[in-house]
């Protein structure tokens, strides 16, 4: 037997012993030396099935490809697996436990990304300490702004406003005209905060 895997035995029968190895047996170019049939007619056994019965007999452990976060040795089920994992020996292999944990990990970093995006969220629109635009210190053309601002995107009891992008009709001509506006009207809720703060302070 090459030494392309190592042979872990499932059970103390000298007989099943003896028909494990004979069906794991290569040469040493890693081709199987008996034929299923073969082995089966030896054994008296049927060759239906061959493979099934001989895994809950024995372990077949590649000493050639291991996980690459763990270091596992890959785990034959079968000869046609072992045939496949050596045509793909140099592709990079991650067993089940490691692919779990690495499952793992990316879903509490994405939980953790999406937390934090909604924290910065919260902080920045949060209507608690954000300062009401008196009308009366708006000029003429923010105040039109605002109105078209408010009939294209505010429901009809202005209770609320919908996203810009969803609003059935464009409140300005273009969209370089739209973030003009969205401008000055940011500029103007700035202006009002100041002016309060610094009533506050007087």
Not at 192 to 197: L, M
Request: some cysteine.
């Amino acid at each position: 037997m090459s030494n392309h895997f190592d042979l872990e035995f499932l059970t103390d029968d000298p007989n099943l012993m003896k028909l494990c190895m004979e069906y794991w047996k290569t040469n040493e170019d890693g081709e199987f030396v008996s034929k299923i049939t073969d082995i089966a007619k030896e054994f008296g056994i049927s060759s239906v099935g061959l493979g099934k019965f001989v895994e809950g007999h024995c372990n077949a452990y590649s000493t050639e490809i291991f996980c690459k976060t763990c270091g596992t040795p890959y785990f034959y089920v079968n000869r046609t697996d072992y045939q496949s994992a050596r045509n793909h020996q140099n592709k990079i292999w991650v067993c089940e436990e490691c692919q779990e944990l690495e499952r793992q990990e990316q879903t509490i970093k994405q939980q953790t990304l999406e937390e934090s995006k909604r924290k910065i969220i919260r902080e920045k629109f949060d209507l608690k300490i954000r300062q009401t635009i008196q009308v009366d210190s708006l000029t003429l053309e923010n105040a039109v702004y605002l109105l078209s601002l408010a009939r294209s995107c505010g429901s009809e009891d202005f209770g609320h406003a919908k996203p810009i992008w969803t609003a059935a009709e464009p409140f300005a001509p273009s969209s370089n005209f739209a973030f003009k506006v969205l401008k000055n009207l940011g500029s103007c809720s700035e202006r009002v905060t100041a002016n309060e703060g610094s009533n506050e302070v007087g």
